[in-house]
């Protein structure tokens, strides 16, 4: 007599599937080697084609016995679910699609991190894909991606061709757009004023009594937008000359020394800087004091985000710091609430920036 329990369900209960009596304390027939299908599965389960797919789509229909059994199958073939045909069929894939222009900087990444892992808490995977900067790589991105029917879209930023909002209108699915504000998001957006940081900057060097200015930017839009709010800002206190360079996306260290040799090529030049990037912050401060310049007597710096690099510095860097983390998090969280049919409490949410001052300024 077999050891292996019969299971059946309770009076009153929803069947589930039960072990077949023909495979109860035996195995199917391994399968010759090839491509593993569900067929593969079922063969080697010794169980039907439906139910394997019932234990990959809806495992809480089948017995733990049972589940277990397929599993094994799965984990032995190789066989990997096509989940998208299945998901399909119920409207979700499991799937949430998030772009960003790059993951060599750590407050992208830092961000995703925190994104992916609230995603998990829910039963989501991620699918990644990096735009890089200009906006048509972006258009292009979307558009593959979107093909694939993800269940939700986490993107960079609020800026996007007319062609592509009139698309991600048309997916119909949560989007929330992170590192910007706009009260005309496609859907969500979770991020801060780019605007207000470069006010904010602005005000800080004016209190402190510099009367020099420079402003040393990546190209990209959100970089843009703080050097411009800068420079305006210090216009309304009757500063007109600021000296801005532009440099590509993303910033480097190396950027910011050669920014700062350009700057200092056209005179004795003396007072603050602000930097779109702690990078490029750091190549400023390296610069200044190979040149025998003091930070910050002669140049003052602030950077942007508050890399774990920054409080370590000598001098210690004075920067803007944002909370990529929450970022990362409540963006995760719009999404989950609106995939489970809720509504979320607001459509846009600020997270806020602090200038951190440290020697540099």
């Excluded at 998030?98 to 993951?103: N, S």
Aim: glycine residues 10%; contains cysteine; charged residues 20%.
């Amino acid at each position: 007599m077999s050891d292996t329990p019969v299971i059946r369900p309770r009076q009153g209960a929803a069947k589930k599937d039960a072990i077949p009596a023909k495979t109860a304390g035996s195995r199917g027939t391994r399968p010759t080697s090839g491509k593993a299908t569900l067929e593969t599965v079922a063969t080697l389960a010794g169980v039907s084609r439906m139910t394997v797919s019932r234990v990959i789509n809806h495992p809480e229909s089948v017995t733990p016995e049972l589940r277990e059994i397929v599993l094994k199958a799965i984990s032995e073939t190789g066989y990997v679910p096509n989940l998208l045909a299945g998901g399909l069929a119920s409207s979700r894939t499991k799937l949430v699609a998030a772009v960003v222009p790059t993951l060599t900087h750590v407050l992208f990444s830092g961000a995703i991190q925190a994104f992916t892992d609230r995603l998990a808490l829910d039963g989501y995977q991620m699918l990644l894909g990096l735009s890089g900067y200009p906006t048509e790589r972006e258009g292009e991105l979307l558009q593959a991606i979107l093909s694939r029917r993800p269940d939700a879209l986490y993107l960079t930023g609020t800026s996007h061709l007319a062609q592509t909002r009139r698309q991600l209108r048309a997916a119909n699915i949560p989007i929330v757009e992170t590192w910007d504000l706009s009260h005309k998001a496609v859907d969500m957006a979770v991020g801060f004023s780019h605007e207000a940081v470069g006010r904010g900057v602005a005000e800080y060097f004016y209190s402190k009594g510099y009367r020099q200015f420079a402003a040393f930017s990546a190209d990209d839009g959100r970089a843009q937008l703080r050097s411009r709010e800068y420079v305006a800002t210090l216009a309304a206190h009757g500063i007109g000359d600021v000296t801005c360079i532009t440099t590509p996306a993303p910033s480097t260290m190396a950027m910011g020394r050669e920014a700062l040799g350009q700057l200092l090529a056209d005179g004795n030049w003396r007072g603050a800087i602000q930097c779109s990037s702690d990078a490029m912050a750091h190549g400023v401060v390296l610069e200044a004091q190979a040149r025998g310049l003091s930070v910050p007597g002669d140049i003052a710096v602030i950077g942007f985000g508050d890399l774990d690099f920054a409080a370590y510095m000598s001098p210690p860097l004075s920067t803007v710091r944002i909370d990529r983390f929450a970022i990362g998090r409540l963006a995760a969280e719009a999404l989950l609430t609106r995939l489970a049919g809720g509504r979320v409490a607001r459509k846009v949410v600020d997270v806020g920036f602090e200038i951190i001052e440290r020697a540099t300024s």
